[in-house]
């Protein structure tokens, strides 16, 4: 008996190792693909700009002879590219591309595995599937080709929720668990116990927000998000590591930092003209409907202010039904969409947005085996429009489509999400709550998705 549950369980893993290695395969191959498509444009960009400045010239000062554009990146991000000046483009892309897709499969891994383990599916063949997929959508394509770190930024923020949702489980082990609190310091143990308690803890929630902030400009709204959330540690410690690494880079390059903060980071077209189609942001959408190389401003920071406005009550409102995964999408989506300037590469929030629409299809079939009126309609809803984001998204009609809705497509659906995405009651609560008292009102064990406010 023993023998044949052995040799079962070496041809399962066989089968897994052969998974993985057609899987890599398929990946590798993907991505030799979108570096012939996208030619790694972005990076190419950032790289000829730093070796400029090596050189003895301004970093924002150089222009590419085809296109005039220049490089936008912050001070600490063209610290971060210096070794990519000194390696051949293919080389640095690989480079780039590998450490992305590993952001994202450990993003994923934290986002995808506990819905697979709460429905009772292998969390490595649902977060693999979902890797795959993922691959498959255009902002994910797009970073890969030209070379960006938005997977890398994604995943530091993620780093964060996970850090959060951490953080909340040992307050609310603490509050029944009996002896010293997990965050409590070692007595003469050795570093790696203290190493354990940080992770224990969540202790660095706040760390990967920083770091992205002093990286790219836009994730400075998960920031504020932390503040109207009263998440106050996590929000000290994001602004606490953004702004040493500013003024690290300040020490470091005093002349680049000033000209960043003082010109570069004003001007809204320092990575394009904003009425290009690669513009999926509401300045864009605006700049095209009115034919103009420039948004209406007043028009754009009236609409950019109140998508602002809905976009915080929702996440705080998401927060406050203990679906952290749903309010830092909420906010992801939002800061792509009020933008200035948002390429295809910025949208990556799509992704867990389409995993808590397929999650909230989910709770609304599993709640209850007859659902009241209206229920499994909702549901079947959610299940629909998780199927239309995703193609909407591998498709690409910016690219190939014509006509207003196909070329605003993507700044559209960024919009009707962050007025439209679901939360989940309890999913991802970055507050302690009592996982072992039953609710007087009788807690199911996957309560249904919460239905938006107004939708």
């Known amino acids: 008996m023993s023998v044949t549950v052995e040799r079962a369980r070496s041809r399962m893993s066989a089968r897994r190792s052969i998974v993985v290695a057609v899987a890599c395969v398929a990946a590798i191959l993907a991505m030799a693909a979108l570096f012939q498509r996208y030619e790694l444009g972005g990076l190419a960009l950032d790289r000829d700009a730093i070796r400029s400045w090596l050189e003895g010239d301004g970093l924002y000062a150089y222009r590419d002879e085809v296109t005039r554009l220049g490089a936008a990146m ?20 690989w480079l780039a591309a590998v450490a992305g897709v590993t952001a994202l499969a450990l993003a994923l891994y934290a986002l995808v595995g506990p819905v697979a383990r709460r429905y009772g599916r292998r969390r490595a063949t649902v977060v693999l599937a979902a ?21 890398i930024l994604f995943g530091l923020i993620t780093a964060d929720i996970v850090a959060l ?17 997990a965050s409590a310091p070692p007595r003469g143990r050795p570093i790696r116990h203290l190493l354990r308690n940080v992770w224990a ?58 000209a960043w903060f003082s010109e570069v980071l004003w001007r809204l077209d320092r990575t394009g003209g904003v009425d290009q189609v690669g513009n999926q942001s509401l300045a864009g959408v605006l700049a095209r409907l009115y034919d103009s190389a420039t948004t209406p401003l007043l028009l754009w920071l009236s609409f950019a202010l109140l998508l602002l406005a809905v976009g915080f009550i929702r996440a705080r409102s998401a927060h406050a039904e203990g679906d952290e995964i749903s309010a830092f999408t909420i906010i992801g989506l939002t800061g792509a969409a009020v933008g200035p300037v948002t390429g295809t590469h910025e949208l990556i929030w799509v992704l867990p947005a389409v995993l808590i629409l397929i999650d909230a299809a989910a709770r609304t079939r599993m709640a209850a085996r007859r659902p009241p009126p209206g229920r499994g309609h909702r549901g079947a809803g959610y299940a629909i429009s998780a199927v239309l984001a995703y193609l909407l998204f591998v498709s690409a009609p910016v690219w190939t489509g ?29 507050f302690p709550i009592n996982r072992w008292v039953r609710r007087r009102s009788g807690a199911r064990p996957i309560p249904s998705a919460r239905r938006p406010t107004g939708s």
């Open 201 to 258: 803890t969540g202790a660095w929630a706040g760390a990967g927000i920083g770091l992205a902030t002093a990286l790219a400009v836009g994730p400075a709204l998960f920031i504020a998000y932390l503040a109207a959330t009263r998440q106050w540690r996590a929000a000290l410690t994001a602004s606490g590591t953004a702004l040493t690494l500013a003024v690290g880079a300040l020490l470091a390059a005093p002349r680049e930092t000033a």
């Open 402 to 430: 014509t006509g207003v809705l196909a070329s605003n497509s993507y700044a559209l659906a960024l919009i009707l999400l962050v007025n439209a995405l679901p939360w989940r009651h309890g999913a991802a609560p970055a």
């Open 165 to 181: 949702r951490r953080g909340a489980w040992a307050r609310s082990r603490a509050a029944w668990w009996p002896g010293r609190p």
């Open 74 to 93: 912050p001070p600490a991000t063209a610290f971060l590219l210096v070794p990519a000046a000194f390696l051949p483009l293919g080389l640095a892309g």
């Open 131 to 151: 890797i795959l997929l993922a691959l498959a959508v255009e902002p994910v394509r797009a970073t890969l080709g030209l070379g960006k770190l938005d997977l």
